[in-house]
């Protein structure tokens, strides 16, 4: 198992950078780099780059519909060359809500548009020349634009033609594109003892798919971590807060993809209370209606025992790397032991 973390997207981004150092010290693996409608990721993950050595840098996630495929390709070509081939570049369809609401573009085509733009980072790296038929026709055709376009390869010749990409997948068809074609998934909330029976029968049907060179898929799981009696309570009331605001307000009713899948790993009537709570704005009430079972399935917080337990049952279930989000005065010393229990 590899030890990653994900920074928060709302807090100064320096401090965040020099946080990142020091859990580099204390053996993170991998850093995530979330891009919602805040700070761009690729700028800190840049700066990243430049003051780490070792810790591997994750966009999580680049939204697809705000860049360009070839532009998507270019930047983590950037980042891999900037960082010495420690990016990873992780891709998502966001929701609605933020694509049409912030960024002003259709949300359409999800996975189909996906799968392109795997396919066309993947030609980028390679340094062949640019075309492709679909979604994103390049060159762009006579009648659509000038007709002036031609196939281009990348000037600069990539530190490394296979860059690592994940997937945020949700839905079934995402996941199984998924598992036939990235080198990861990023489930936004996994509930273990839960994982085969939910998303087994997608992820079968991606990887009979899957070419032997990319290897075994990878796969995050854990989420809030607490190992100190006295911050327990704080830790549970964090992740309901985070919980309640994704299952509850990312989304309108019927299309919130964090409200399903909370509901297909069973907990379909809370999904339904948590989701009319939150779009009630009763925020605090969504979070207390989150049943107990899940907050202790879905959270590593406990005692070292318990957490060791919990470590165990995701391996169990095909976990690669712990996903954590530390709660502690002491988040370097924390991780150093987690990061001991896995190695």
């Not at 998303?199 to 990878?218: I, N, S, V």
């Not at 790993?265 to 989150?290: I, N, S």
């Amino acid at each position: 198992m590899l030890l990653s973390t994900q920074l928060p997207y709302g807090d100064d981004p320096v401090r965040n950078a020099e946080s990142v150092v020091e859990m580099e010290r204390a053996g993170l693996d991998v850093v995530w780099v979330a891009e919602a409608y805040s700070f761009d990721a690729v700028s800190l993950m840049g700066y990243l780059a430049a003051r780490t050595e070792r810790v591997q840098i994750g966009a999580g996630i680049l939204p697809i519909y705000s860049r360009t495929p070839a532009l998507t390709a270019m930047t983590a070509a950037g980042l891999d060359a900037l960082s010495g081939g420690r990016a990873i570049l992780g891709l998502g369809a966001s929701g609605p809500q933020v694509i049409e609401g912030w960024h002003g573009v259709p949300y359409d085509k999800p996975v189909a548009r996906t799968r392109e733009v795997i396919e066309i980072c993947r030609k980028v790296w390679r340094r062949e020349r640019l075309t492709n038929d679909g979604l994103y026709p390049i060159p762009l055709p006579e009648g659509r634009g000038t007709g002036l376009g031609k196939p281009l390869k990348l000037i600069n010749h990539p530190r490394r033609a296979d860059i690592p990409i994940w997937v945020a997948a949700l839905g079934d068809k995402n996941l199984e594109m998924t598992a036939e074609l990235a080198n990861g998934w990023l489930p936004h909330v996994l509930v273990p003892e839960k994982l085969r029976e939910v998303f087994g029968p997608a992820l079968d049907a991606g990887t009979a798919k899957r070419a032997p060179e990319l290897g075994p898929l990878q796969i995050t799981g854990g989420g809030v971590l607490a190992i100190e009696e006295e911050v327990f309570e704080p830790a549970r009331a964090l992740a309901r807060g985070m919980f309640a605001l994704y299952i509850g307000g990312m989304g309108a009713r019927g299309r919130n993809f964090y409200n399903t899948v909370f509901a297909r790993q069973g907990y379909p009537d809370a999904a339904r209370v948590v989701q009319d709570l939150y779009l009630e704005g009763r925020k605090e009430e969504a979070a207390a209606a989150l049943p107990d079972d899940f907050i202790d399935r879905a959270t590593l917080i406990g005692p070292p025992a318990r957490v060791k337990e919990r470590i165990a049952v995701l391996r169990e279930a095909g976990i690669t790397h712990l996903h954590v989000n530390p709660v502690s005065s002491d988040v370097p010393k924390v991780l150093g032991q987690v990061k001991e229990w896995i190695s």
